[in-house]
């Protein structure tokens, strides 16, 4: 493997990165970039995390509420596009964008929290209904609990309008140079069916691919991946999921799902790299998931760097 100095311009030092002779050495050469690359995805993946764009966009996410399953599955039911929910006066109040006229309102189910009797559980006033004989304490002095739900009307951002919420980009670009098709002829070698759908029949939500088990007793991961123009950040995807195919198609109930998708980005990261294109915004995609992602990424090194030589393997034949 050649070595680069300052002077290399950026195309040349991606030639140098990714030529490896075939001489004996070559598997112990590609391992050693390989591990070299996920530790410059490590680095930037700790200056995401610092940077003030990603600080602007978590500022943004914490004013989104975490809605209960049973909350998610009335908006989904309700406006299956849904991404961003919030209330009118919030989406007026915290991010200056306003309800658009004739929209019709999600409606969900909103605890009612208030003073709760330490006996019977209920507010003062059905206290008083309730035939509960407890009054040791004053009603003023009792703690705040959860009496019941109430429904309450939220909408989605595509229900809005105003000023934009930050995003953070973490698109791949470059030429991609026929990757797609060979990736999808590597996935058939690796033993995963693969299908890339068009957008408008795809089902999944915000996701842009996904690996599943379609049956308890299948062997062979199902990967589907939502079409679009940018056929470098396809690909992307495709390894993406490939990873997780690979690594976490036997599911472990005890795994953490944020470290899943730190390796299998990481993959993604090294794989599109390795083909030469611009993979960098993987570090905001991965400081997205999981506030310890670069601990993660030194922590699985092997695991990571294994899989996107299985991969890059695969390609290349």
């Not at 391992?31 to 530790?39: C, G, K, N, S, T």
């Not at 009603?139 to 939220?154: D, I, M, N």
Request: with cysteine; proline share 4%; aromatic share 10%.
């Amino acid at each position: 493997m050649s070595t680069t100095n300052t002077d290399t311009t950026d195309e040349q030092a991606l030639e140098q990165t990714t030529s490896f002779d075939d001489s004996d050495g070559r598997a112990d050469d590609m391992r050693e970039q390989l591990d070299a690359w996920i530790a410059d995805l490590a680095d930037l993946t700790d200056e995401a995390l610092a940077s003030e764009q990603f600080q602007e966009w978590l500022d943004v996410q914490s004013k989104f509420h975490d809605y209960s399953h049973r909350n998610t599955l009335l908006i989904k039911l309700q406006c299956p596009e849904a991404t961003k929910v919030a209330g009118f006066w919030t989406w007026k109040n915290e991010f200056d964008r306003y309800v658009e006229e004739g929209e019709n309102a999600i409606w969900i189910w909103a605890p009612i929290i208030t003073n709760r009797c330490p006996e019977c559980e209920n507010s003062p006033s059905y206290h008083e209904q309730s035939g509960c004989d407890y009054d040791e304490t004053d009603p003023e002095e009792w703690s705040e609990g959860l009496v019941g739900f109430k429904p309450t009307s939220v909408f989605d951002i595509s229900q809005t309008d105003g000023e934009p919420l930050p995003e953070l980009h973490t698109d791949t670009y470059g030429e991609s140079d026929g990757l797609v098709d060979a990736l999808l002829d590597a996935g058939e070698t690796l033993g995963f069916d693969i299908e890339i759908v068009d957008p408008s029949d795809w089902t999944h939500g915000n996701a842009t691919g996904v690996c599943e088990r379609r049956s308890p007793t299948t062997t062979r991961p199902v990967i589907e991946v939502v079409d679009r123009d940018n056929s470098a950040d396809l690909a992307g995807t495709l390894i993406h999921e490939f990873a997780h195919a690979i690594l976490h198609f036997e599911p472990d109930a005890d795994e953490d799902e944020a470290k899943l998708e730190v390796e299998a980005e990481a993959v993604a990261y090294i794989v599109c790299r390795y083909f030469g294109l611009d993979a960098d915004n993987s570090k905001f995609y991965l400081a997205a998931w999981d506030g310890d992602a670069p601990e993660t990424i030194h922590d699985r090194l092997a695991r990571i760097s294994r899989t996107a030589e299985k991969v890059i393997t695969a390609v290349d034949e």
